[in-house]
């Protein structure tokens, strides 16, 4: 079992920046993804980026060049840097970890962009 624990959920005003940050315990293999994905009210959970621990990464085309993730990978800690953010980018994000071990889900935090 995986256990994630989310931090860096908040209130910003857009055009302001949020950091988000994930980190796993327990049995963590070396070979994994992780990555945030959100939901919206009313609509269904998305990939928002993922970072393999290859070094490699991905992003939804609605945050490309405005949000980053990186992660230590030693640590098995995942950054999401939210810049540029819109009312659009409001929704509860998930951190996501995926390996040959199977897949966990954080509890989610909220993230709003007042207009």
């Known amino acids: 079992q995986v256990h994630l624990v989310e931090s860096g959920g908040g209130l910003v005003q857009a055009g302001g920046s949020l950091r988000l940050a994930c980190a796993a315990s327990?049995?963590?293999?070396?070979?994994?993804?992780m990555g945030w994905y959100r939901q919206a009210p009313g609509k269904q959970r998305e990939l928002v980026a993922l970072a393999r621990s290859v070094g490699s990464t991905e992003y939804a085309d609605s945050v490309k060049g405005r949000f980053s993730i990186s992660r230590e990978k030693s640590e098995n800690i995942v950054y999401l840097q939210m810049n540029s953010l819109k009312p659009s980018d409001t929704a509860v994000y998930y951190c996501?970890?995926?390996?040959?071990?199977?897949?966990?889900w954080g509890p989610g935090t909220q993230v709003t962009v007042s207009s």
């Open positions: 327990g049995s963590t293999f070396s070979a994994n993804v």
């Open positions: 996501n970890f995926l390996s040959l071990s199977g897949q966990s």
